[in-house]
């Protein structure tokens, strides 16, 4: 599954979170984070960046992106928390692999 959500990405340029491809629900990047840290997959610093590239001024994601833009209610907690717990076990991972 983490194959083909990547392959889509890499071709669109998109999380593939709504079935038109152009919306992803805020916390994706955070899931999808996870898993390619558990898989080691080289991937994972590239989801990194991208989501750490959406917080706003205040540190926080909001409820979903179009084209990895801003949509929807802003800081969010829900997505925040989700992302930002994805970010440290990404980090934390990747120190304990070196």
Excluded: C
């Excluded at 669109?12 to 491809?21: F, Q, V, Y």
């Excluded at 979903?64 to 928390?81: A, K, L, M, N």
């Amino acid at each position: 599954m983490v194959d083909e959500i990547m392959s889509q990405y890499n071709t669109t340029g998109k999380l593939p979170s709504r079935p038109e491809g152009n919306k992803a629900v805020g916390y994706d990047y955070g899931l999808l984070l996870y898993n390619l840290t558990e898989l080691s997959s080289p991937f994972a610093q590239e989801i990194y960046e991208r989501m750490l590239s959406l917080v706003d001024d205040t540190g926080a994601w909001v409820e979903y992106y179009e084209d990895h833009r801003p949509q929807g209610t802003r800081y969010r907690p829900w997505e925040s928390g989700i992302n930002l717990e994805a970010a440290l076990y990404y980090a934390a991972k990747g120190e304990n692999q070196s």
